[in-house]
Every structure is written in C-alpha cells, then in structure tokens.
C-alpha cells in the first residue's frame, strides 16, 4: 500500500495534488439513485440529474438530467433484437459532456476508451403494453382486454435498461431486471460459440438436437456465469405472455401441426410483461428444481438404450437395470452418467426436473404456467432447451446522501 493523498501547504509534493485520475480511484461514480437510466419512452432514456462520473483520462462530470434517443446514435437507428450502450464523454476544449449510444461495446465512434466512459446500457426489442402494475393492457388501457395478445410493439425493453451499480453479475446483454436480486435472458439460450450460452434473437435454441440435457446445460450456464430458473423464477418471467393456439402461431410457436424447433424472437406476440420472448411454446425449458416419483418406469428384461438416455444411450442391458421388475432401492446396474458416478434410485427414472412452457407442438396446453414432471435430468430430448438467470452484482458504488436506492 501507499500513500495517495497527503496535506501539502507549501504546494510541492505531487501526492497533495487532486486531479481527476485520483477522483475516479476514490469515487468513480456518484449517483442519486442506482438505475440512474430509464426507459421513459420507446425511443427514449432519460438519464438522472447530479450523476458524478470520472473519466479518468479527462475530467470529472456531473450531469443535468438528459433526455437520450436515437439522435444520439454514433451510426444508423435502432435495430430490434440489438444491444445498446451508452457512453458518456468528453468533447474537448472544457466543453460539458454529452452522451453517445453505441453498438459497439468498447466505445462509440470518434471517441477512444481515454475520452469515453461506458455508464450503461440496454436491448431494443419488442415489448408488450403493461400498466404500473405490469398487468398487460390492449390499446385502450384494458387489462388483458380484447385484442391484449397482439398490444406490442417494438422499443427500448424497459427492464432491459442497466447501469454500473444496477446490472447483473455476468454480463447484461439481452436480459431484463425480473424482481429482487435477479435478471432473466430475454431470449431462450443458445449456442454462444465459447462452450457457453448466449441470450440472442434469431438465434437457433439449444436442444437435445445438439446433444445437450439438464446437466450439460449447467455446466454451460457455468462457463457464462448463470444460473437456471426455480418454477417460481420461471413463472414471473413468463408472465403477460399469451397462451399457444392449437390451430396456428399467432400468439405462440405451439401450432399442433409444427415440426421442429422455431429461431428466438420470431413470434411477435410471444413476450412477456418484462419483456421474455418465446417463453410460451418453441421448446421447453428446463428449470432448476428436482422431485422424486415412485411411479417411473422399470427397466425389465433386455435391450438397448435409446440415444435419449444420457450417456448410456446405446449401451445395451440384461435382466433389467437393477430394480427387479417392479421397483426397489438400488444403484443403477449401467448409470445414466458415464464416469461422473451414479445414481441411487427406486425405479430407472425416479429422478424428475421440472419443464416449464411447451414446445412447438404444444397448442393450447402451452402456456406462462405450463409445468411438465415427466423428464429426467440426463433426457436428450430435441424440443428441450433453456433460458437462464443472474444475480444482481452488488456495486460498492457511492451514493449520495438521501438517496432513493
């Protein structure tokens, strides 16, 4: 450690000098209010008066409160389905600072990370019509009146909008703030090309298709630093989405006569009242809670796993797997697992998690409280993939006295 300030009257030693690269080591960032950015309209964030920010490079900032929209683009307009960043920075010759929106996530055009400061951000997406309630509206203000399924429209995802003291722990693009401590991927995960998942539109959903099943998506929630969704998680991000149709996909991709798996993002109708799209039909979702059933399934006799069955799928099996012909307490004779242990169990398949959703054939039995208890964690299955979650990154930024928090 060392000695940053000291008192200095005769003006000589450097360490009683204060400039701005030692205001943003003290207090890089002082605010009234930690979403000191909002959505205040489709096209508009309004960010918060009296916000003190330290570009360390230049100087120390203290803004009025600004309104920002698309005029504030480095380049083009806003683009559904594309995460925003904005910057504030610094002009040059003393002039007061003014604010940049950026696709690009390092910093905007004519600027460098020396002039610019990253404070936040947000996705352009489509978003349903909510009162203060989040209750979903139709165009005159009713709750959940006639024609509420189709009250969308595109615009800044209002709880997509994140700042430095109020985001998640991993990183922010395409998720919504859900309650609590917690953020929610507004896209179904997909692939993210770094053994890990992303929250993207149009973008291929991850299934079994592509070998995965409840444990290999935890490890990829790992590697991105989420988490999956209790039931209760679930439901609340799932909430305000209109139930499937058996006879088409206007509300849901869940038409009975679907085949396959739909890219995320591409029914419009199919969001949320925080903004999730595709929770309702597509594919299922796995979620993090696990219950116990007496009722499984018994293997008996012999044969052969199916491919579905986790690592043992292909593997063939004599006089059952263990649990004699009706079920009873044992390990399994070939685990599901394959040199990551086994499992201790009454019948084959004693072990469920819950799904949440419906998939892409699932009409109107899919909807924001559809539940599915009959899958076990190691199931392969094409129409089963996952949305994740974060906890909210608690910032030890400084907030000004009489703050709302």
């Known amino acids: 450690m060392s000695r940053l300030f000291t008192d200095d009257f005769i003006n000589k030693d450097p360490r009683a000098l204060l400039n701005s690269a030692k205001m943003a080591t003290i207090g890089d960032l002082v605010t009234p209010n930690k979403q000191y950015m909002t959505a205040t309209g489709a096209q508009e964030i309004t960010i918060d008066a009296d916000c003190v920010v330290a570009i360390a490079g230049t100087g120390v900032f203290r803004t009025a409160m600004t309104h920002i929209n698309a005029s504030n683009l480095d380049t083009g307009d806003f683009t559904v389905g594309k995460d925003y960043y904005v910057y504030l920075c610094d002009p040059g010759n003393d002039n007061d600072e003014i604010f940049v929106i950026s696709l690009n996530s390092t910093y905007p055009a004519g600027y460098n990370a020396t002039n610019s400061r990253k404070i936040g951000g947000f996705h352009y997406g489509k978003c349903r019509a909510v009162n203060s309630s989040l209750q979903p509206v139709n165009s005159s203000g ?3 009146g006639s024609g509420w399924e189709s009250t969308v429209f595109d615009g800044i995802v209002p709880r997509s909008v994140w700042t430095l003291a109020h985001r998640p722990k991993c990183s922010p693009e395409g998720m919504v703030f859900l309650r609590n401590n917690t953020w929610v991927d507004i896209y179904i995960g997909s692939d993210d090309g770094e053994n890990g998942l992303k929250s993207a539109y149009n973008s291929t959903p991850m299934t079994g298709t592509e070998g995965m099943n409840w444990y290999s998506f935890n490890e990829r929630a790992l590697k991105s630093g989420k988490r999956m969704l209790s039931y209760a998680e679930w439901c609340a991000a799932a909430y305000g989405s209109p139930q499937g149709n058996d006879a088409d996909n ?3 991709w869940t038409a009975t006569t679907n ?4 890219l995320t993002g591409n029914v419009a109708n199919a969001v949320s009242a925080v903004g999730c799209r595709d929770a309702v039909g597509d594919v299922w979702e796995w979620l993090d809670e696990l219950i116990t059933s007496g009722e499984g399934p018994v293997i008996t006799g ?6 579905w069955d986790g690592n043992r799928g292909g593997q063939t099996y004599s006089s059952g797997n263990g649990h004699g012909t009706t079920g009873r307490w044992a390990w399994d004779t070939i685990s599901p697992f394959s040199g990551n242990g086994n499992i ?7 072990l469920i ?6 998939d892409w054939g699932g009409g109107s039995h899919a909807g924001s409280r559809t539940v599915n208890l009959n899958n076990y964690p190691w199931n392969v299955n094409t129409n089963i993939g996952v949305r994740l979650g974060c906890d909210l990154a608690f910032r030890r930024a400084a907030l000004r006295c009489g703050s709302r928090d």
């Open 250 to 252: 206007n509300n849901a």
């Open 344 to 350: 201790w169990e009454y019948s084959d398949y004693s």
């Open 259 to 262: 085949t396959g798996r739909q």
């Open 142 to 144: 009713a709750v959940q």
């Open 302 to 307: 012999s044969g052969t796993f199916g491919a």
């Open 353 to 358: 998690v819950l799904l949440g959703g419906g």
